[in-house]
């Protein structure tokens, strides 16, 4: 088992930054390929980032690209997700995911975080 702990959601307005972190225990982190997804009221869960579980590929979603940047420490055994120049349409709970291999963190991930709130305001 894979225990995922978001951390980072406010509240804040259009145009500002916000990172979000997620802390991993329980299995060797740096086994596992990570990712970022979102869902806002009455949509369906979105696919934001991923990334390799070396850090070298990052795979983003085509409404984040240029706006946001995933990565990773192993050695604090946590990812991160810088989000910049945030919208309205950026408001949703962000759940932070794992899977062992990168594809199966963009399709079907294994493990998921509780997930944290996101809201920006315009």
């Known amino acids: 088992q894979v225990q995922l702990i978001e951390s980072g959601g406010g509240l804040v307005q259009a145009g500002d930054s916000l990172r979000l972190s997620c802390a991993a225990s329980?299995?060797?982190?740096?086994?596992?390929?990570m990712g970022w997804f979102r869902q806002a009221p009455g949509k369906e869960r979105e696919f934001v980032a991923a990334i390799s579980q070396s850090g070298s590929s990052t795979l983003y979603g085509e409404s984040v690209k240029g706006r946001f940047t995933i990565s990773r420490d192993n050695a604090k055994n946590t990812e991160y997700l810088q989000m910049n120049s945030l919208k309205p349409e950026d408001t949703a709970v962000y759940y932070c995911a794992a899977a062992k291999r990168m594809t199966g963190v963009v399709t079907t991930p294994e493990y998921w975080g509780q997930g944290t709130q996101v809201t920006v305001s315009s």
């Open positions: 329980g299995r060797t982190f740096s086994n596992y390929a």
